[in-house]
């Protein structure tokens, strides 16, 4: 079955960059889309980045410039890069994917960017 799980990870410092890996299993990484979301304290879950097949990446306008997704399909791994990091960015982030009917998510990881 599909599994999606995101180790966590320290946190990071304004300014500063993190990245986080979200392992695949239970379908073929390679022919799906991928996303991560965010989803900050008394704030809706947002969009952060999507990767396509065929290594085509999508980022909300709000995204941009800061956020890089990435995928390892020999690891069954995709990743996010982040940069810069802002307070604001301190969220708990999640990986998911779309297949046929169905839509997984990862238990997410927490991001806490503080000085």
């Known amino acids: 079955h599909v599994q999606l799980a995101e180790p966590g990870g320290g946190p990071g410092q304004p300014g500063g960059s993190l990245r986080r890996s979200c392992a695949a299993s239970g379908f073929t990484l390679c022919s799906y889309p991928l996303n991560w979301y965010r989803q900050a304290p008394g704030k809706e879950r947002e969009l952060v980045a999507t990767?396509?097949?065929?290594?085509?990446?999508n980022y909300p306008d709000s995204m941009k410039g800061r956020f890089t997704i990435s995928r390892d399909n020999a690891k069954n791994t995709v990743y996010l890069q982040m940069t810069s990091l802002k307070p604001e960015d301190t969220a708990v982030y999640y990986c998911?994917?779309?297949?046929?009917?169905?839509?997984?998510w990862g238990k997410g990881t927490l991001v806490t960017v503080s000085s």
């Open positions: 990767d396509r097949p065929g290594g085509i990446t």
């Open positions: 998911n994917t779309k297949i046929l009917l169905g839509n997984y």
